[in-house]
Each structure stands twice: as structure tokens, then as C-alpha cells.
């Protein structure tokens, strides 16, 4: 939900200002007969509808008649491949169309997802054939990107795991608002 809230004494003198031309405007429009009170009367009636209707508030009263509350963490990722690599650690598909837009389709990325995904199941050791192709700065990449997206996935996993448990049981679980990965 998105709130204005003035931050400073020229906000104020901007609103201020606005209505103080919206009165100069009905004083005008007021003096040429009844096109001014139906304008304030129109004024009056939209003024009303906004507050009842409040648009700034509409999905958070949907959200709370349905039940659902949505709880939010940042995190900052020092790269793309490691944003990217963990929130397919986050997935329970191995599907992988979503981030051809986002990282190039190439066998660098094949032998990365590859990395990662053994990596994720815990088979470390398991993935030489896959290096033949790759130079030596591409492993080195491969390795320490792989390496980097999933402790980046496994912190993510571990706040949504404790997001679900604060939710659900009603634990709470110390932890920050922001992580840095």
C-alpha cells in the first residue's frame, strides 16, 4: 500500500497552494451564475466518492476480507546471474524459459544451471564432464557463480521458510528487514 505522507515544508506549501487556486477558481467560476455551484456541487460529490471509495486502501480491504497477509523483504544481490540463480534454487521446476531474456541462452549457462542444481541436491563432485567445453575463466565463472546464487537461494529459501512459520504457527523468528547477498 503506497500512503503519501509530506515530507517537508514545501510539500505542504504546494498543497496549500492548490487549494488555495481551487477556491480562487470557485470564486470566479461562482460569479458567472449556476455553471460555478454545479461545479461545487460536482467538487463536492467527487470529494465524497474519495473518501468512501479511498482507492489508495482497495487491496489491502480485499486482501484482509480473503484472509491473506502479505509480508515483505528486501534483498540486494551484487549481480543478475545470482538473482537469477536463486530464485530458480527457490523453484521446484527445472524449468528454465523464464530467464532467457535475463541471461543469454548459452552452454556457459547450461553448465551453471547444471552446477547449481547439483549443488542444490547436494551432489558436488559429480559435474567434470560438463567443464570440458568451458575455458578456464568460464569454470572459474561457472564455479563461483553457481557457488554464489546458492547461498543466495538457500538464505531465501530459509526467510521464506521462516515468513511461513511466523505466519502460520505463529512463531516469531528474529531476523532483519534487508539482507544483503
Not at 498543497?15 to 480562487?24: D, H, S, V
Not at 463536492?44 to 509480508?71: F, H, P, Q, Y
Not at 546471474?81 to 549457462?109: E, F, H, K, N, Y
Request: proline share 1%.
Amino acid at each position: 500500500m503506497i500512503l503519501f505522507q509530506p515530507h517537508s515544508w514545501l510539500t505542504s506549501w504546494f498543497a496549500g497552494a492548490n487549494y488555495i487556486q481551487l477556491l480562487a477558481m470557485t470564486y470566479v467560476t461562482a460569479q458567472q451564475g449556476w455553471d460555478g455551484v454545479c461545479m461545487v456541487c460536482l467538487m463536492v460529490c467527487t470529494a465524497v466518492c474519495n473518501e468512501i471509495s479511498s482507492t489508495d486502501c482497495l487491496a489491502k480491504r480485499w486482501l484482509d476480507r480473503e484472509g491473506v497477509d502479505i509480508k515483505t523483504q528486501a534483498f540486494s544481490f551484487s549481480g543478475r546471474t545470482q538473482m537469477v540463480g536463486a530464485v530458480q534454487m527457490c523453484s521446484a521446476r527445472g524449468v528454465t524459459l523464464w530467464m532467457d531474456t535475463i541471461l543469454a541462452d548459452c552452454p556457459r549457462r547450461q553448465v551453471w544451471l547444471k552446477r547449481l542444481q547439483r549443488l542444490k541436491y547436494g551432489m558436488v563432485n559429480a559435474d567434470e564432464e560438463e567443464f570440458q567445453n568451458l575455458k578456464v575463466g568460464e569454470r572459474q565463472w561457472v564455479l563461483g557463480q553457481a557457488e554464489l546464487a546458492y547461498r543466495a537461494g538457500k538464505l531465501l529459501l530459509q526467510s521464506i521458510m521462516r515468513m511461513t512459520l511466523t505466519s502460520v504457527i505463529g512463531l516469531e523468528v528474529e531476523g532483519t528487514e534487508h539482507k544483503t547477498l
